[in-house]
């Protein structure tokens, strides 16, 4: 799987900690001081999502995780894109779109 099994021991010892959600905010772009609802809402968004029907190659019915969009608005100089871009980094299938990027 890629991981060793002290790898999965840590995954599992934080799946069980009270704190485990506080635990994943708090880790999301550690350089910016604060701002934890709006790191919330990226966890959130990286673990959300509701389930879709897609069809698989054989015509079975697979269930995959639809795509959730975060839109994050606030003043400037706050550290929104490099959240955005931090969290875009933990995902593999992620997409980071700015208004800077798009026509």
């Known amino acids: ?36 609802s709006v790191k919330a809402g990226l966890t959130l968004g990286l673990f959300g999502g509701s389930t879709k029907p897609a069809s698989g190659l054989s015509g079975d019915r697979l269930s995959v995780r639809s795509d959730p969009h975060v839109l994050v608005v606030g003043d400037p100089g706050l550290g929104k894109s490099q959240m955005l871009r931090a969290t875009a980094h933990l995902s593999p299938r992620s997409v980071y779109v700015s208004a800077n990027t798009t026509t």
């Open 1 to 36: 799987t890629g991981y060793s099994t002290e790898d999965l021991a840590m995954l599992r010892d934080i799946a069980l900690a009270p704190d485990c959600f506080s635990w994943v905010v708090s880790s999301i772009c550690p350089s910016i001081f604060g701002h934890e």
